[in-house]
């Protein structure tokens, strides 16, 4: 856990905190993602659950299903639905114990989890074209639940929440705006309701999302704990410091706004302890745990920004992370599909760690049913919040599209087979390769390396689905590298006009 960068990533991202008050139907029997508008899973046994007094018969009733049970001894209750279709029309969900709960307009169609950091929380209105797209926004098909951040020393059985809101002009502009395109996408291409379950929290690490049970199985833990252990000696000191220091630096942002002045106070690092974002399995507990087990077709996953530096801790914590997740859901192999970095300096184009941080990611890619959307043409060197969110959510929604709904069109870009020495040159071969194009004059963003292991930029030619790359200062290259830097300047696509992904051929 590298708390600095954490520190420095929840400053630009404060603001995402802030929540809409909505008054939200079903808050004492039923479980925190029921509220009117809801989307159910299509094709799925349906889960229906809550609380009650032990003993108490309830009936759960929608569209001509009718299903009953009674309050076990420790309150708890639940029902399954059988699947159903998909159906916009939105209908009636009753519940009826001592007393009668109905939820409205509830519609079936296909629903998603979406979770990470700030950049799945930034919100439409703050997207590039966001102003325009809330103004038009007119879409009943796609409805948004925020979950709002609760972060729980252990697993909780309920959240807060947002009530699902069908996207209008009124109530678009507070969605995730990844979550948004994405499932605005997919409501066009299927012509099925769409619903997000938004569950993220910016500047957060990825331990915050792993079960601490599990992460106190990983290679990883010894290091975090250690962290960790320094972090709660001080915590009770800088707890009752803080409210005093936030306060003061939030009086001197204001007269910097209004004064243009710069605001010469250093900005107060929030406590890290129990109770907050950064404890281990902290946002698993208080924002995983109450929404298992909705029936959900997958989850969509931008995080990885704060475990820079550490990228082979990640490629350890991601994939125990999914398997973690779809063992508690008990719904099988959901689809995970997740967002590789894009480009972004980081103060050093040239340097590698977010390079290290991509491939990472990758290693998810061993496991079944997960896809991934490659976004490093539309980052923003200088900006860790790249504000263009369009494009990643319909790459979110291609990769669904083909692999998930198994739909006829192509879901990735061209993705590395393999390297061929041909003479003083390497041919590169691709998957997903068909009308390999460059939108420059050139196809930048190649390196090679002879046996002394040192990189030069190369030159490269596409040829059919292959890449013909070539360097003077390697006449005898044995490695290559595509992407392999914070921030390239890459253009290689397919006939799809998806960027191909970085890779590299060597471990060095």
Same mark, same amino acid.
């Given at each position: 856990?590298?708390?600095?960068?954490?520190?420095?990533?929840?400053?630009?991202?404060?603001?995402?905190?802030?929540?809409?008050?909505?008054?939200?139907?079903?808050?004492?029997?039923?479980?925190?993602?029921?509220? +009117?508008? !809801?989307?159910?899973?299509?094709?799925?046994?349906?889960?229906?659950?809550?609380?009650?007094?032990?003993?108490?018969?309830?009936?759960?009733?929608?569209?001509?299903?009718?299903?009953?049970?009674? /309050?076990?001894?420790?309150?708890?209750?639940?029902?399954?639905?059988?699947?159903?279709?998909?159906?916009?029309?939105?209908a +009636?969900?009753?519940?009826?114990?001592?007393?009668?709960?109905?939820?409205?307009?509830?519609?079936?169609?296909?629903?998603?989890?979406?979770?990470?950091?700030?950049?799945?929380?930034?919100?439409?209105?703050?997207?590039?074209?966001?102003?325009?797209?809330?103004a038009?926004?007119?879409?009943?098909?796609?409805?948004?639940?925020?979950?709002?951040?609760?972060?729980? +020393?252990?697993?909780?059985?309920?959240?807060k929440?947002?009530?699902?809101?069908?996207?209008?002009?009124?109530?678009?502009?507070?969605?995730?705006?990844?979550?948004?395109?994405?499932?605005?996408?997919?409501?066009? =291409?299927?012509?099925?309701?769409?619903?997000?379950?938004?569950?993220?929290?910016?500047?957060?690490? &990825?331990?915050?999302?792993?079960?601490?049970?599990?992460?106190?199985?990983?290679?990883?833990?010894p290091?975090?704990?250690?962290?960790?252990?320094? !972090?709660l000696?001080?915590?009770?000191? =800088?707890?009752?410091?803080?409210?005093?220091?936030?306060?003061?630096?939030?009086?001197?942002?204001?007269?910097?706004?209004?004064?243009?002045?710069?605001?010469t106070?250093?900005?107060?690092?929030?406590?890290?302890?129990p109770?907050? %974002?950064?404890?281990?399995?902290?946002?698993?507990?208080?924002?995983?745990?109450?929404?298992?087990?909705? %029936?959900?077709? @997958?989850?969509?996953?931008?995080?990885?920004?704060?475990?820079?530096?550490?990228?082979?801790?990640?490629?350890?914590?991601?994939?125990a992370?999914?398997?973690?997740?779809?063992?508690?859901?008990?719904?099988?192999?959901?689809?995970?599909?997740? /967002?590789?970095?894009?480009?972004?300096?980081?103060?050093?184009?040239?340097?590698?760690?977010? %390079?290290?941080?991509?491939?990472?990611?990758?290693?998810?890619?061993?496991?079944?049913?997960?896809?991934?959307?490659?976004? &490093?043409?539309?980052?923003?060197?200088?900006?860790?919040?790249?504000?263009?969110?369009?494009?990643? @959510?319909?790459?979110?929604?291609?990769?669904?599209?083909?692999?998930?709904?198994?739909?006829?069109?192509?879901?990735?870009?061209?993705?590395?087979?393999?390297?061929?020495?041909?003479?003083?040159?390497?041919?590169?071969?691709?998957?997903?390769?068909?009308?390999?194009?460059?939108?420059?004059?050139?196809v930048?963003?190649?390196?090679?390396?002879?046996?002394?292991?040192?990189?030069?930029?190369?030159?490269?030619? &596409?040829?059919?689905?292959?890449? &013909?790359?070539?360097?003077?200062?390697?006449?005898?290259?044995?490695?290559?590298?595509?992407?392999?830097?914070?921030?390239? +300047?890459?253009?290689?696509?397919?006939?799809?006009?998806?960027?191909?992904?970085p890779?590299?051929?060597?471990?060095?």
């Open positions: 856990m590298n708390l600095s960068r954490l520190f420095s990533l929840s400053l630009a991202t404060s603001a995402l905190a802030v929540i809409t008050p909505h008054v939200c139907l079903a808050e004492i029997m039923l479980a925190s993602p029921f509220t +009117d508008h !809801a989307v159910l899973q299509r094709d799925l046994p349906i889960p229906i659950w809550g609380h009650g007094t032990a003993g108490e018969k309830i009936t759960v009733t929608f569209h001509d299903q009718k299903q009953q049970t009674t /309050v076990a001894p420790d309150g708890r209750w639940s029902v399954n639905l059988s699947p159903m279709p998909a159906d916009a029309r939105g +009636d969900l009753s519940i009826i114990g001592q007393t009668t709960i109905i939820l409205h307009d509830v519609v079936v169609g296909e629903v998603w989890l979406a979770s990470g950091q700030s950049n799945m929380e930034w919100p439409l209105n703050l997207a590039w074209n966001g102003k325009e797209e809330v038009n926004a007119n879409l009943p098909l796609v409805r948004h639940l925020r979950i709002e951040h609760s972060p729980a +020393d252990s697993p909780a059985t309920a959240v929440t947002s009530c699902w809101q069908p996207a209008t002009s009124e109530t678009a502009g507070s969605f995730t705006a990844v979550g948004y395109f994405f499932a605005n996408a997919l409501a066009a =291409k299927l012509n099925v309701p769409v619903g997000i379950i938004h569950s993220s929290w910016g500047g957060t690490p &990825i331990e915050s999302w792993l079960a601490e049970p599990v992460l106190r199985t990983t290679k990883a833990w290091r975090f704990n250690a962290e960790w252990q320094v !972090a000696k001080v915590f009770p000191e =800088k707890q009752a410091d803080y409210p005093a220091l936030d306060a003061a630096w939030r009086k001197a942002d204001e007269v910097s706004r209004a004064t243009g002045k710069p605001n106070l250093p900005w107060p690092h929030p406590p890290i302890g109770g907050t %974002a950064y404890a281990p399995g902290g946002l698993f507990n208080g924002m995983i745990a109450p929404l298992v087990p909705y %029936a959900i077709r @997958g989850a969509l996953w931008y995080q990885g920004e704060s475990n820079v530096g550490r990228a082979g801790e990640y490629a350890e914590l991601f994939p992370m999914i398997r973690d997740w779809r063992k508690t859901w008990g719904q099988g192999d959901f689809y995970l599909l997740y /967002v590789q970095l894009p480009n972004y300096a980081d103060g050093n184009a040239s340097g590698r760690q977010w %390079a290290e941080l991509r491939e990472a990611q990758n290693a998810a890619l061993k496991l079944p049913a997960v896809g991934v959307a490659i976004t &490093i043409d539309v980052g923003e060197p200088g900006n860790l919040h790249p504000t263009n969110k369009q494009p990643v @959510g319909e790459r979110l929604a291609a990769e669904a599209e083909a692999s998930v709904y198994q739909l006829p069109l192509e879901g990735s870009g061209p993705t590395f087979e393999s390297a061929t020495r041909e003479r003083s040159a390497m041919r590169v071969k691709f998957t997903h390769a068909k009308n390999l194009f460059t939108r420059q004059d050139s930048p963003g190649f390196e090679l390396a002879g046996s002394d292991r040192v990189f030069h930029a190369a030159n490269a030619v &596409i040829e059919g689905e292959t890449v &013909i790359v070539s360097s003077p200062d390697v006449p005898a290259p044995v490695a290559v590298r595509y992407a392999w830097t914070n921030s390239p +300047d890459v253009s290689l696509y397919n006939g799809a006009q998806l960027p191909a992904a890779f590299r051929t060597d471990n060095w």
